[in-house]
């Protein structure tokens, strides 16, 4: 006999007659439990595989987030202990390997092709200039501002990766460092610690360099004709991640100071440029007398914007396309629409059609994409003899607050003088209508 815990409980009376009912009840009660519990169990392994594999990736999805946490046991090139980062241990077969690190990281491959990485710096010791690290830091924040606008990623170094191959030269072993470390990263962007994004919109036209592995801003009848190294600057350029480049990076760096090669092509160079030899005559004789090798083939000097702008040139326009932009803006409701900081790209876009008369590089009311203030030495202060220091302070200034305007409208304030970086308003909304 069953007993019932509960004494207001009843066992129920049944009938011979109710039996079958019964039994087809507790059939169906039957089945209805064993699929609850398959079909509950299946959700919870659902559950508990999609937990073991955190921020996994649906590879199919127009954007996924990288997989931070995946490295899967499997040796690539890093597992090879005579595979190095510094210019004296040649790499070869990078495109193979390359490739492979990323099918072995497949939440990194989509879009992989226009994934830009910066590559800044300066060096290891405070600044002599009173201003000077004033100055680089805002520098660096200004690239900083421009990477998490568009979803870049930057190194700043401050050391160097090679002892002989100082100042000027210090940017190719770290941009060939930066080419090993990032696989995922098609482009590697060096800039001048000196030179300020001045258009927080504006973003590279990869799709122009499809062809391309090597693209600096300059002049070509000025290298080509002329044979002059002021045709291009070196303070700026894009270099694809790709075993061509790494072949290239070592031609660069075989006539730099650590090189045994270095008095030949100093020789060289001062005859060629009657200048002495730097890392920006040596690009310039690269591309001079390799053109058939190199440039005819593989690298780009970019005259449609400027890549790298001579702030000279730039400087006293800035307050005349500002008043040009504002006028647009007076008449473009959506653009004077206020927006969150991460869809800032979207706006950009929408600008685009009422730029398509503002021109390009000198005379343009278009804002200038990079603005370069060569010679001015801010840490060090020895400024080009042809222009004061002063000025260069006063101009640096102006360029920086620009460009910070464009960025501070999104937290709703605006300096609105160039000359204060410490004065900012807040806006009314609806500006500038």
Known sequence: MVAFPHTGWRKPAIRILDRPSVFLAGAVSSLLLLWAFFFFSALDSIAIFSQSKPNSCNCNQHDPAFNLQFDPPIATFYDDPSFGYTIDKPITNWDRKRRTWLQLHPSFEPRSQERVFIVTGSRSTPCKSPTGD????????NKVDYCRIHGYDIFYNNVLLDPNMHSCWAKIPAVRAAMVAHPEAEWIWWLDEDAVFTDMEYKLPLHRYKDYNFVVHGWPKEVYQKKSWLGLNAGSFLIRNCQWSLDFLDSWADMGPQ???????????????????????????????????WYGKKMLIETGYYLEGYWVLIVDTLKNITE????????????????????????????????????????????????????????????????????????????LNFADNQVLRNYGFVHRNLSDPSVVSPLPFDYPA
């Open 259 to 293: 090189s045994p090669n270095f008095d030949k092509w100093a020789g060289i160079l001062m005859d060629v440029f009657k200048h002495e030899s730097d890392d920006q005559t040596a690009m310039a004789y690269l591309l001079l007398k390799e053109h058939q090798q």
């Open 324 to 399: 040009r932009y504002l006028e647009i803006e007076t008449t473009a409701a959506m653009l004077r629409r206020r927006h969150a900081e991460k869809v800032s790209e979207r706006y950009g876009v929408l600008r685009e059609p009422s730029l398509k008369d503002a021109g390009n590089e000198f005379g343009s009311w278009r804002r200038p994409f990079v603005t370069h203030f060569a010679g001015c030495q801010p840490c060090n202060g020895k400024h080009n003899p042809l222009f004061t220091g002063a000025n260069c302070r006063k101009s640096m200034n102006m360029a």
């Open 134 to 141: 004033h100055f680089l830091l805002r520098f660096y924040r």
